[in-house]
């Protein structure tokens, strides 16, 4: 097992070309497992975890756009998914083990540099609303976009909080991240080898903890404001230690 | 007895066609006319006129699927269809007797009324339902508006009937085969089908439509001001002013539907843990034990026909549901983190209440086209 944290973008320096083609027309398939986890333990709803400063939380719901997912190669990245809303809120424990799985054949085989996606929906993209797509896109759906602000909700990390820890949850919160500065684009770099008829299988595990770490959740449960974005970019820029490929 | 009355009604109508043609057919056999088979329709002419329907300039496109595209004779048909009691057990029940136009397509009953009782849910609006595409019904159990419209028929409690019997009715009516002549283009009576009828009654659904005409949709075109408790309502409903406390609503309830794609748990039924939901709802579908208690949020739109409120029919007055979202409602382990103690003023709770008044659009109410053509 290989355990790979990824980096943003921004800092990628591109490693060794090690792209060999195989022989065209070779296709494999690769199976992506999108998992939350608190603190390593695969995440359910609606049970206690501790958090910072003495408080407790429980999630709600837990989901994300992901776009642009990508396998790297110099020069052409092989496109596996545009966009999707992976939804990683799962009511018990076997279903968050499993978490959401992402099944793409007709890879082209080869041995590729590592892989990329962004957080939310590019700045085109985010341009447009969910009238702008049919039924089938997951763009059109209406609770992943917030009209104030003219953004699609790019990540949405809801629960409720335990302020003082006497054991009930008091105060609810819903953590959306948007709007054309907080896209975020993932990078891990390490060779990802798609067969010919075979499966890759690899886990996309993002840990809750590492996401709100720093965030005073108690003082902002909501973003209300687009002009105090504080809390949404803490999150956004805890992305690259949460996440981690798992081969 | 019931059902003696029905085949009464066949023998004397299929005989009738039979009997005529048998006599025509015989009459000519001699001097080699081509044989016109029994329950012809061809005589009539079809002509199918294309649609289009006026799409509010904020709304998605209107999908249709590929096998049933909205046609002027179709919708013609649904409409009929929709108004008919002939489509339940005794002829008492129509469509409409649970989405009547003057209620906006809903019935002012907290729960149903059907040829045998009361219904399980209460009744929905039908306005902008050919905009929802991830669900029908308050649980989502329907796909298509042509799947969905094949359902009340044969439910026991709403309509009682059975669609084989519908399909002889509908056959050996004097003026329904010439309607889906018309709508559909088949050739024979015998052709008259579940599958078309409920196509016929999707097309009449899907014109439907409110969203240019109530005062919010005028005033965010700039024709019209709004006063300014409603637009403080406005303003905290999709909380677009970060001074005002947030109401929460906009996140369910989103423009231009003021629905959602999403289903929720809004805090109407209380549950010590997941499984202990009267009404499982949206759970009772996908087996997603999380899921129990989530509801669609029907549209905000025309809301003052249509009390009372929730899939139960709980809350009778608008005041009343604005209570119960500022008070953040009864809890269970899976209630919307939106639903929380909101701490609005009583002038606040009444400015929301007068935004929602603005989404009323009281031409759908009238509009001849969705009246009923008995």
Known sequence: MKLLNFIFFSLLILGLASCNDDPADTKG??????????DDIPLQMFNNRPFENGQTLEFTHLSMIISDLELLKQGSP????????????????????????????????????????????????NAKKPADFSSGNPLSNT????TPWSSYIFMKTEGRLDTIGNGTTDLGFALHTGSDALYNILEANIPLTVQDGL???????????????????KANPQNHSPDDISTITAIVNNLAIAFSLVL | MMK?????????????????????????DSIDEPQIPAGDLTDIPYNPVPYMLDVPADFPALEQPNDNPMTVDGILLGRKLFYDPLLSIDSTVSCATCHQPSLSFSDGLALSQGVNGITRRGSLSLINVGFHYSGLFWDGRAKTLEELALIPIEDPIEMGESWDSVELKLRNHDGYPADFRKAFGIENVSMVD??????????????????????????LRGEILLEENEINGYLMFFNIDPSLPDAQCGHCHNAPLLSTNDYFNNGLQESPDLYSFRDPGLGAITGIAGQNGFFKPPTSRNLVFTAPYMHDGSLKTLEEVVDHYTSGGKNSPNKSSFLFNLVLTESQKSDILAFLLTLTDSTTLTNPAYQSPF
């Open chain 1, 78 to 125: 092989e496109l596996l998914d545009e966009v999707e809303i992976v939804n990683l809120t799962f009511d018990n424990t076997t279903a968050a083990e499993a978490g959401y799985t992402l099944t793409i054949s007709g890879v082209p085989t080869g041995t590729y540099d590592g892989m990329r996606f962004g957080v939310g929906v590019p700045a085109d993209v």
């Open chain 1, 143 to 146: 609770a992943y976009y917030w």
């Open chain 1, 29 to 38: 398939t690769v199976t992506l497992h999108f998992k939350a986890v608190y």
């Open chain 2, 4 to 28: 003696m009355g029905l085949q009464l009604k066949t023998i004397r109508y299929a005989g009738f066609i039979g009997v005529l043609l048998v006599g025509v057919i015989s009459c000519h």
């Open chain 2, 194 to 219: 579940r599958y078309l009828a409920a196509k016929a009654i999707a097309q009449f659904l899907r014109t439907l439509v409110s969203g240019q005409n109530s005062r919010y949709d005028r005033y």
């Open chain 1, 199 to 217: 499966e890759t299988t690899m886990d996309i595990v993002i840990d809750y903890k590492k996401v709100l770490q720093g965030v005073d959740i």
